[in-house]
Structure formats: C-alpha cells, structure tokens
C-alpha cells in the first residue's frame, strides 16, 4: 500500500499553501512589524474564521486517528461527550470571554498578576509552556506515525517536513496566518473524513447496513449510568468530566484565548465560541462514523486487519483498503491528518511565544522598544518550534494517540483550569492559596497520570486480548500504547493505590481542578482571606448573587463580599483624577 503521484501532489499542496499564507502575511498589510499585530492580528478578525481556527487548534489529528480506532474498538459510548460541548462552551461564552476581553489581555496569565500577584502569574505561565510542549510532541508524532505507516516514508523525516512548515509559515506570518491556514485545513480536515465515510458506506452497502451491523455486534452502546469514576468511559464521565476537559481547553487555555482576544470586539468573540458548538457536534459524529462504518467494513472483510499492529494504524489502513483504487483520495485523507496537526501545532507556537514574551520578558525589560519586542517574539516562535521537534520522540512512549492526549490535558490542564476558577469564582482566596492550589493539584495529576501509567506498563507482561493482535515481533512501545487502549477488556480486580491509579482519564481534569480549588480555598481561609474591597471587580464573576437574583438587594450584597460595583470603581478613579 504506497501513495501514488497523485496523492503525493495533494499531500505537497497543502504544505506550499501554508507556506504561501504564512508569506502573504509576512509581506503584506503591516507586515507583521508590531506585537499587536503578530500576536493578536491587530484584533481585526470575524468570528467565523476564528471559530474554525477554535476548532483545528485541539481537535485535530488526535480525532481524526484517535476516535475512529475508539469507536471501532469499544462501540459508539464515546460519542457521548458530545453531551459535554454544551455547557464546555456556554460557561466560556457567558463569563470567561467577557472578563479577558474587557481587560484587553494579550496573554491569559496577565489576569493572574491582576487577580493575585505576579508569583502567580509566573507559575501560571510555567504550567501552560510545560503543558503545551508535552502535548506537541503527540500532535506532531500522530501523523508522522500515519504517514509512515501508509507510505513508509521516514517517520521522522515526516516530523521535520511537518514541523519546519508549520515554523516557517507561524514565525512569518503571525496569529493571522495560523488563524487562515487553521480555516484552509479545516476544510481539507472535512472533505478528507467525508471521502472516506462516503466511500466506506458505498463499500458496505449503504448506512443500513452499516447500522445493522454494528447493532448486532453490540457497537451501538446504550446510556451507562454506573457512576464508577474507575470506569473507564460512563455517562457521567464523558458528559460531566468532559465539560471540565472543554473549560480548560475553551475557557482559559492560552491558545484558545487568544484567538478571543483577536477578534474585532466582544460580540464576534462571543459568537466565535457559539459557532464551534456544531462545528466540534460534526467533527465528532464523523469521527464515530467513521469507526463505524470501518468496523462494518472489516466485519464483511475480516483478514484485511492482519497487518495492523497499533491501534492508531487502523484508521490508516482502513483509507488506504477502501481508496486504494481512487488515486488521490488517499493524499487527501494524509493531507487531512497533517492538516490537524499543522493546525494545532502552529497555534502552540504562537501562544508559548505570546506568554513568553508578554508573562517572563516584558516585565523585565519594560522599555523594549516595539520593533525588538517583535523580532524576539518572532525568534521565540521559532525556537518553540524547534524544541517541540525533539518532543515527538517521547511521545512515541506514551500509549495510544487519543488517550495520552486526553490524559496530558488532564494532568496539566485541570489544574489550571483550577487556579482561575479560584480567581473569577471565590474573591475571598489571596495568592498564598492560589500557588498551594496550583501545586497540589499538579502534584494530585502526576501522582495519578504517572502512577497509573507505570501499573499499566508493568500490566504488559501479561497477555492481551483484544481486537488487534499483537505480532510476535512487536516492540515494547507497541504493548503500551495497546495496554493503555484496552482497559476494558484486561479487567481484573485490583484495590489500594492500584484502584487510585485507574481513575478514567476523563475525570482528570475535573479531578485535578477540584483540588486546587478546595485546597485553594482552605489555605485563603488560614493565611488570612482577601478583603473584598481589595478586589478589582473586573476580575471576579459573582455566582451566588446572579443564581439568588430573587433575593433583596440588601442579601444579595452580603453575597458580594464586599467586593465594590464595577461603576463605584470608576466613580473613585475619576475623583482621584480630579484631586
């Protein structure tokens, strides 16, 4: 199975019109000269393609592979997390997006030092670099992965091919050129997914009989209500540990932030996040067709899985059986791939040079003048880029695609999730307990990610069942990454630390910022909590006192926590002004 001119045309297209964008940018308009303009577009966007660009950034090329293989695996109790998207997205629109965008932020971590101190914003701003240069090396590895499996190109030459560009084009062209490229490889990302389920369903002999036959095995999951946090995937922890997985990717993750604050005012800011809702509802039902329609295929066509050795390979395989005689669709489908990841990878680039710049360079050198502060920023984009090529490697060691994700963005991202919702929620809590929160709960996440990881490697010297054999020759990396996806069908009893360790990745996130918020809480509380008048009202979204609106006015402000009207602020500045 090997690509024809074709589809090695399709592929080198989308690579060139990424460049090209990235070059257009770079030399037209204001040439990307200021920081406004290479970090936040100079605020200029339309909600549309922002919210495409939302969407590429973190469902890309960990979907496209992760969540057929998924489905075809465990049945379609996944597309449960749809569920998730609804108040995963209302909860940024009605309050995180107001608050940044009122405060004209160029990096997320700004708020922290304005809300707390800067110790916090520094740890804040640490976390998230770490956070995201871990999670590019299995964005940048997931197709390179693919692409070798299909073409037999060099997995690592795929990586380099892949990461210069995406360089390239984000240190010449700025936010602008990521937000435009992320919509052309949207589109690629669609029209690939579509070809192949278009395909698949014609081969199987219609929808019918793909449902049918996924009926019959079973793969059409009813609603499972065990509440079991140990389960691996449940009503609950898809619909309710999924919605804290979104905040912390919607809500205050740099990346996505960023793109808020780029668009030309609050209300297309706004409209951006209520366009991604069916935007991320489509990407995850082609996703589950996908798988479907692959296990229909596969079910009629039994021997054609003999040469899979990884599960992130079957979607590969899949294309390459069903489009083999398509010259170019296959191209297509690899272009789609490498599209997400170019898409996701790009916008880390940009946002670790952003909260570089603005959150540990800027305070420091405050009188950098506009032309330096945009040369460095240009040269930390590239040197992330760099650095996040060497990153792919451990990826590699890290199990299957969609969950070491997943689980990354848990581990990282619940709790900073966590520490700003010590900030908007509980006005009381001062920055002692915002950096012992912030702590704890990384110290909560790599306790059990890292814990759980190594019971799951040591789980490998047993035998596997399960739907992919695993071939007598097949390394050690392949044992784990097929461990990590099959929990499900190597169940057996276990208790003490063992038990802690299988928590459902899903609930790492919601796990993780739950405690820095309590512990956050509890250490306010014993060091002496913030005086409410101490407070900038434009940091803080007051919950009781919006939820009990039917209480009288004189309640409602004992709710407030002394916590004084945006309007009493303005009315004091203006009198020190006057003075």
Not at 438 to 461: D, E, N, P, Q
């Amino acid at each position: 199975m090997r690509f024809s001119i074709v589809d090695y045309v399709i592929f080198a297209l989308l690579l060139v019109l990424s460049s090209a964008i990235g070059l257009y940018y770079a030399l037209s308009g204001g040439k990307q000269r200021t920081t406004q303009e290479f970090l936040l577009a100079n605020r200029s966007m339309s909600f549309l393609p922002v919210a495409l660009s939302l969407l590429a950034t973190f469902q890309s090329a960990v979907a496209i592979l992760g969540v057929p293989s998924e489905i075809y695996r465990f049945g379609t109790e996944y597309w449960f997390l749809g569920c998730s998207y609804i108040l995963g997205l209302l909860i940024p629109a009605y309050i995180f997006i107001p608050v940044f965008y009122r405060l004209r932020l160029t990096s997320t971590y700004e708020y922290l030092e304005l809300r707390f101190s800067k110790a916090v914003r520094i740890c804040g701003t640490i976390t998230f670099i770490f956070q995201m240069v871990i999670y590019m090396g299995v964005v940048l590895y997931a197709p390179a992965l693919a692409f070798n499996a299909v073409t037999g190109f060099s997995l690592w030459g795929a990586v380099l091919s892949m990461g210069l560009v995406c360089t390239i084009y984000t240190t010449l062209g700025g936010l602008k050129a990521v937000i435009w490229t992320d919509v052309i490889q949207t589109l690629v990302m669609f029209a690939g997914q579509l070809a192949v389920i278009i395909v698949g369903t014609i081969k199987v002999g219609g929808i019918e009989e793909v449902w049918k036959i996924a009926t019959e095995n079973n793969k059409i999951s009813g609603i499972n209500l065990n509440p079991d946090p140990f389960e691996r995937h449940s009503f609950w922890s898809l619909a309710i540990g999924g919605i804290f997985m979104m905040l912390s990717l919607y809500g205050v993750n740099q990346a996505q932030v960023q793109r808020y604050l780029s668009s030309r005012s609050e209300k297309e800011a706004i409209l951006s996040c209520y366009a991604v809702f069916p935007c991320q509802q489509l990407v995850l039902a082609l996703g589950c067709l996908t798988g479907l329609v692959m296990f229909a295929y596969y079910k009629i066509n039994p021997m054609a899985t003999s040469q899979i050795t990884i599960p992130d390979q079957m979607v590969l395989y899949f294309v390459m059986d069903i489009l083999k005689d398509l010259p170019g669709l296959p191209g297509l489908f690899v272009a789609c791939l490498f599209s997400g990841a170019l898409s996701t990878i790009s916008s880390a680039f940009n946002s670790l040079a952003t909260v570089t710049m603005q959150d540990l360079i800027k305070p420091h050198f405050p009188n950098l003048s506009e032309s330096k502060a945009t040369l460095l920023s240009k040269v930390l984009a590239l040197g992330y880029g760099l650095l996040c090529l060497g990153m792919a490697y451990i990826s590699s060691l890290m199990g299957s695609v969609l969950q070491a994700a997943l689980s990354i963005f848990g581990m990282v991202g619940g709790p900073l999730l966590g520490l700003f919702c010590l900030g908007f929620f509980f006005p009381f809590t001062n920055s002692i307990g915002a950096i012992t929160g912030l702590v704890s709960g990384l110290v909560m996440a790599f306790w059990i990610g890292i814990g759980g990881f190594v019971s799951k490697m040591s789980a490998t010297s047993s035998p596997i069942l399960n739907a992919t054999s695993i071939p007598e020759m097949g390394n050690f990396t392949t044992m784990v990454m097929t461990t990590l996806l099959t929990s499900q069908t190597a169940t057996k009893s276990v208790s003490g630390l063992q038990r802690f360790y299988s928590l459902s990745y899903m609930w790492y996130s919601a796990h993780n910022s739950t405690t820095v918020v309590i512990v956050g809480i509890i250490v306010s509380l014993l060091t002496g909590p913030t005086k409410g008048c101490d407070v900038d009202p434009r940091t803080v979204y007051l919950v009781l006192p919006k939820l009990l609106f039917f209480l009288p006015e004189r309640c409602k402000e004992k709710l407030r926590y002394g916590v004084p009207h945006i309007a009493e602020v303005g009315e004091h500045s203006s009198a020190r002004l006057l003075k």
